[in-house]
């Protein structure tokens, strides 16, 4: 059983920072594109930043500028450096993977349980 397990929400203020982290555990032969998304209330969820195998990122244009991904292949985690918050970046942020668990299988979508973000002064 493959689980991500996020951590680094909390409250901040407007222009402050935070720094998420997904470590993925369990049976793992191989991770793909890791990413993070969020929801906010009355939202649907949205891409905020992806990032393949190999290091090349992408990133909502609302930001741009602000978050960087990155990712530590050697430990399976996947972090999310957010600067300059503002209101709007809160949400329910989700991190996401595509892992297989031995070499003949498929990849598969695996998605942590949220973490809360609230900027707020």
């Known amino acids: 059983q493959v689980q991500l397990v996020e951590s680094g929400g909390g409250l901040v203020q407007p222009g402050g920072s935070l720094r998420l982290s997904c470590a993925a555990s369990?049976?793992?032969?191989?991770?793909?594109?890791m990413g993070w998304y969020r929801q906010a209330p009355g939202k649907e969820r949205e891409l905020v930043a992806l990032i393949t195998s190999g290091g090349s990122t992408n990133y909502a244009d609302s930001v741009k500028g602000r978050f960087i991904i990155s990712r530590d292949n050697t430990k399976n985690t996947v972090y999310l450096q957010m600067n300059s918050l503002k209101p709007d970046d809160t949400a329910v942020y989700y991190c996401?993977?595509?892992?297989?668990?031995?070499?003949?299988?498929?990849?598969?979508?695996?998605w942590g349980q949220g973490t809360l973000v609230t900027v707020s002064s």
């Open positions: 996401n993977a595509n892992i297989r668990s031995s070499w003949s299988a498929r990849y598969r979508e695996v």
């Open positions: 369990g049976t793992i032969f191989g991770i793909n594109a």
